[in-house]
């Protein structure tokens, strides 16, 4: 049991195995994957979103020089390298570390509060928000996630928060007026989901709560999240029923701490942490048991993995889930052992499996349903990958070896077989790697 | 073997696991029927200058505005209705136009008033009043029509979103695997349906569209729109395909860049009509855009982000040869916000018109694809 236990707990809840490690798992497979809840390292050389805006800001102003006077050199804009190189981290970061539990729980909660990279603002922005908001917060409550990620600069501008103004307030009287976008979208798909029970007057009422939550202008000194009482809409608000009092930016926070504990809120990031892991139709015993440690613990989400990983319905059945590109990609460069990719290559071949890093294009994220990903395309665009990376792995050992590597005991007899019987080590990888048992997690 | 051969052994021999797009046509539905009817929808992205395009050559504000811009190619417009004149490189369209298979409309804008290109767009192909990021006009269109459509693009664009009636394809980056590879996948794939099922109809979508694609250069807009056409024409094709060009965003240097521009959309156009053959009859073409640009000429010899712009209908199944839409005027009080060119109406309603006329849409159909929108009763489609 253990050794099959081995292989779902590095293929299902990680992002596969790498040789040698079926062998340490099989110890006793939940508790390695328990071991495994820390916060994912990414490295440390990369701007913060501060700098980020500080960068941008000073591009905009010598494009705008540039325009005036074409005397001086065309500007040089750093943000598209630094998106780049930034999605790359993330991804490399995965490859090359033991655990990979993290990992997939942070590409989890990235997509949850989907960011895209898109415009001259958004491109370096996005790849700040799961560095900053989203990995230090991944394994504790998830209210410190909310706000955190709500309060950031990549949030605000992508949903224009940082635009909206109180419809009483001065600024509005200056052709400004409240932006709805993020506080539909904090309820619609970060909280609450979009049966949670909640209508067109909590939207305007929370979006009246936050207004005000905005970003740092090019002249201010420090960049980043900044309240402005000035834009902020004065007066006590009612969301779901609860006043708040008028006490400024914490208003909106106040409502936050509540929306993260509700208990629609538990149930829906309960159903979506257990469809991202166990199966497009997760069992609802399982989906109840993390439901309940939701509420009982006010929504701490290592307690809510735990519960996950503990429960014996989510070890059930065999593979059914076709792995996402992205899951794909890194785990067969960790089984592989290719050397990373540099950067840019690593962004383009996500662009051309079909999950580019922040190009969902909606605030929803990817779908994180196997149809979505499922393509006729999609699948041949992972054979032309394999066949083109498995001519540059250097084996010395059979190739099979490495399937019993990764699949273990749940590699069938005639994969095993076709793989063994491949016309070249490289055929036989590349077998491998696009067989239902490594496609499958 | 051949990848040909491969693909064509596999569509007679093997059983293969119902696929996800329509096979009606799969055996040789008559090309007649109104289901066989094909929508080409062309999103140009990055704002296109209408006025350099469409040019309003009798407006005698234009060149007021624009002289440097205009008189680059004044003389050498092809003329159209009202003293409109097509830029003198859409020789394909102009073409059509001759035949009466393509209409400008002008003057045209979606409900979108601001001028980032990323709002604009999702707009557009979103196809609301407020944009929905997952659902697009088209994905709608083709779910209450029970069609499938298919987008040239690496993820499915907003226009094609909705209940999973659109996939993608796109020409891969990756050198493509040997056919010895792909008669293995078959053998691996032997007891799982899905997986055979989708090798099976990527390699039927790949092999219809490969014989467009020059090794070098496969992504350039003429090879994608050549594909297209060869996808539109195979066996159970799609009812609806999508090709995005981008490059439009002229700011600075206008006219060199808008030649060009112009020039590889209008190859592109030539080949896809080529490649469809008769199926061109059956075809309507909307070519749009997410937004216009400034009427003035800026310090750049190019223009900025606008908002009235330039819609164009085609193909063998309109009713085409003439200047759609209501001229608003250039005069500096005539303009929208003072800067821009006004449109004079919802460039929805004049895609939704085509759509339900060509497709045959029932009213209630249609108006779930534009809830909004009081559609027009011109007949646009012969």
């Given at each position: 049991m253990n050794e099959k236990h081995a292989v779902i707990a590095a293929n299902r809840f990680g992002l596969g195995a790498k040789p040698g490690d079926l062998k340490t798992a099989q110890e006793n497979p939940g508790q390695w994957l328990l071991e495994q809840l820390t916060i994912p390292r990414f490295s440390s050389d990369h701007p913060d979103s501060g700098e980020v805006l500080e960068a941008f800001y000073a591009y905009r102003k010598d494009v705008k020089r540039f325009k005036q006077q074409k005397m001086m050199e065309k500007p040089d804009n750093i943000a598209g390298r630094l998106f780049v190189h930034m999605a790359a981290d993330t991804v490399s970061g995965a490859v090359n570390d033991d655990h990979t539990l993290n990992w997939r729980l942070l590409d989890f909660f990235s997509n949850h509060f989907s960011v895209s990279g898109q415009g001259g603002m958004m491109k370096p922005l996005a790849p700040t928000l799961e560095r900053e908001a989203i990995a230090p917060n991944l394994?504790?409550?998830f209210e410190n996630m909310l706000l955190a990620v709500e309060q950031h600069p990549a949030m605000l501008v992508y949903l224009d928060n940082d635009k909206s103004a109180g419809p009483s307030t001065g600024v509005a009287r200056n052709s400004r007026g409240l932006n709805e976008n993020l506080a539909r979208e904090i309820l619609e798909l970060h909280t609450l989901g979009v049966n949670g029970g909640y209508n067109l007057e909590d939207i305007q009422e929370l979006a009246k709560a936050i207004s005000g939550w905005s970003i740092t202008r090019p002249k201010e000194e420090q960049h980043g999240f900044v309240f402005r009482p000035a834009a902020h809409e004065s007066g006590s608000r009612v969301v779901l029923g609860k006043v708040y009092r008028n006490t400024g930016s914490n208003q909106g926070e106040a409502i936050l701490k509540d929306l993260a504990v509700h208990p629609a809120t538990a149930r829906y990031l309960s159903f979506k942490l257990a469809r991202h892991f166990v199966s497009d139709s997760p069992p609802e015993a399982l989906v109840k048991a993390m439901t309940d440690t939701w509420r009982q613990t006010r929504g701490h989400l290592k307690a809510v993995i735990t519960t996950m990983i503990e429960h014996p319905d989510a070890w059930q059945s065999d593979p059914v889930k076709l792995k996402s590109p992205r899951e794909f990609y890194i785990s067969a460069l960790r089984l592989t052992g290719l050397p990373v990719p540099n950067a840019r290559l690593m962004v383009n071949t996500l662009v051309n499996l079909g999950q580019a890093p922040f190009g969902a294009g909606s605030p929803a994220g990817y779908g994180d349903v196997a149809s979505t990903w499922d393509g006729p395309d999609a699948l041949l665009k992972r054979v032309d990958w394999v066949n083109t990376i498995t001519r540059q792995v250097q084996m010395n050992q059979p190739p099979v070896q490495l399937a019993r590597a990764h699949s273990g005991a749940l590699l069938s007899a005639h994969t095993a077989k076709m793989v063994s019987r491949a016309e070249s080590r490289q055929q036989g990888l590349a077998l491998y790697l696009m067989s239902p048992e490594f496609l499958r997690r | 073997m051949k990848r040909r051969e491969l693909v064509k052994m596999l569509g007679m021999g093997l059983s293969v696991a119902p696929v996800s797009m329509s096979t009606r046509l799969a055996f040789g539905g008559d090309k007649k029927e109104s289901s066989s009817r094909k929508v080409v929808w062309v999103m140009l992205r990055g704002g296109v200058d209408s006025l350099q395009t469409v040019v309003p050559a009798f407006d005698k504000d234009l060149m007021r505005h624009r002289r440097p811009l205009a008189e680059a190619v004044l003389d050498d417009l092809n003329p159209l209705d009202n003293g409109f004149g097509l830029h003198p490189d859409l020789t394909n369209l102009y073409d059509w136009y001759q035949k009466k298979e393509m209409a400008p409309v002008v003057a045209v804008a979606s409900p979108y008033r601001s001028r980032s290109h990323f709002e604009g767009q999702d707009l557009l192909e979103s196809g609301l009043t407020v944009t929905n990021h997952d659902s697009g006009w088209l994905g709608r269109a083709l779910e209450v029509s029970s069609k499938q459509g298919l987008a040239v693009a690496h993820s499915l664009p907003i226009s094609m979103r909705g209940q999973g009636n659109a996939s993608t394809w796109f020409p891969s980056r990756f050198r493509a695997a040997e056919d010895d590879l792909y008669s293995q996948l078959f053998k691996l794939y032997e007891s799982d349906d899905l997986l055979r099922g989708r090798l099976e109809q990527g390699l039927q979508t790949r092999a219809m569209a490969e014989g467009a694609m020059s090794s070098n250069n496969k992504a350039h807009f003429e090879a994608l729109a050549r594909a297209a056409g060869m996808l539109l024409n195979?066996?159970?094709?799609?009812s609806a395909l999508m090709l995005e060009m981008g490059g439009w965003d002229t700011h600075d240097n206008e006219v060199f860049r808008l030649n060009r521009q112009l020039k590889q959309l209008d190859d592109g156009m030539g080949a896809l009509k080529k490649a469809l053959g008769s199926l061109w009859q059956e075809t309507l073409v909307v070519i749009a855009t997410e937004f216009g640009r400034t009427v003035k000429v800026n310090g750049t010899m190019g223009t900025d982000h606008g908002t009235g712009t330039a819609l164009f209908l085609a193909g063998g199944a309109l009713k085409g040869g003439r200047v759609l839409g209501d001229w608003p005027g250039l005069k500096p009080s005539e303009l929208y916000e003072g800067r821009d060119l006004m449109p004079t109406s919802d460039v929805r309603s004049w895609i939704g018109s085509a759509l339900q006329q060509h497709w045959s849409m029932p009213d209630q159909q249609i108006t779930s694809v534009f809830p909004d929108l009081a559609l027009g009763q011109k007949p646009l489609i012969s």
């Open positions: 394994l504790g409550p | 195979g066996d159970s094709s799609p």
